[in-house]
């Protein structure tokens, strides 16, 4: 593996330095997990790609159908071990009694949704070197310090099967992200660990466009037209069955 600065081709200066603070965030202590268990989880994330029980169970009509033991690197617990899985090669089918079997093995909420977030910027950030013909990047060594473990105050179940805090429920204390992300329902998402929304949209808004820029058809932000990017979003979508 590379990391972007060796050798990917000229990118824009903002998208690199959005992809060198995501490699560094990654690297580095969660909310609830520690840097060196953040690093295992997007080690594990790419594993799952090689895994023979995903490819088994994404095959069948019912993934639930399929019992078995993930292909898994061996270092994280097995029920992490399956959320990651899941998470990566079948997301789509994903139920909320799957989900409470997950709590109850013992994650916590915050630590799924956390989880979540290092997945999903993962899968941005190989899906981007892949496009580009390039090895998938390489990260830097795990840093010092402990996990924030601060849980918003305002959050809980709404729009989602995990606790949210929507933006009124924001307090002083909260990380809060909206103001420079936006706060629809995908930013949303992720809020239970406002530092989670954070790490996927600073990636995100580089790779895509910045939340208020989506509807401004005044004007065009890259070289493809808000048509030609929202035609490769849609069929992503529809290929990866994204229910969004």
């Known amino acids: 593996m590379t990391s972007i600065a060796a050798s990917a081709p000229p990118i824009r200066d903002d998208l690199a330095s959005a992809i060198e603070r995501t490699l560094q965030r990654l690297s580095g202590p969660g909310t609830w997990w520690t840097a060196e268990q953040r690093l295992q989880i997007v080690a594990e994330t790419r594993n799952a790609l090689h895994c023979p029980l995903c490819r088994a169970r994404k095959a069948a009509l019912s993934p639930y159908s399929i019992d078995g033991s993930h292909a898994s690197l061996g270092v994280l617990p097995e029920p992490v071990v399956d959320v990651i899985h899941r998470l990566r090669t079948d997301a789509n089918r994903l139920t909320d009694a799957w989900y409470e079997r997950a709590l109850a093995s013992g994650i916590s909420d915050a630590q799924y949704v956390e989880t979540v977030g290092i997945v999903a910027t993962t899968t941005a950030l190989d899906t981007f070197s892949r496009a580009l013909g390039m090895p998938a990047m390489r990260l830097p060594p795990a840093r010092a310090g402990e996990p924030g473990r601060r849980r918003p105050k305002g959050a809980r179940k709404s729009i989602a099967r995990v606790p949210t805090v929507s933006p009124q429920d924001m307090t002083a204390e909260d990380v809060n992200p909206y103001p420079e992300f936006g ?62």
């Open 183 to 244: 706060q629809v329902h995908i930013q949303q998402a992720l809020s239970l660990v406002p530092e989670a929304v954070i790490e996927f949209f600073d990636l995100d808004t580089a790779l895509y466009l910045k939340q208020d820029w989506i509807r401004d058809f005044s004007r065009e932000f890259r070289s493809l037209t808000h048509a030609q990017l929202e035609l490769v979003a849609a069929r992503a979508s529809i290929i990866n069955g994204c229910f969004y």
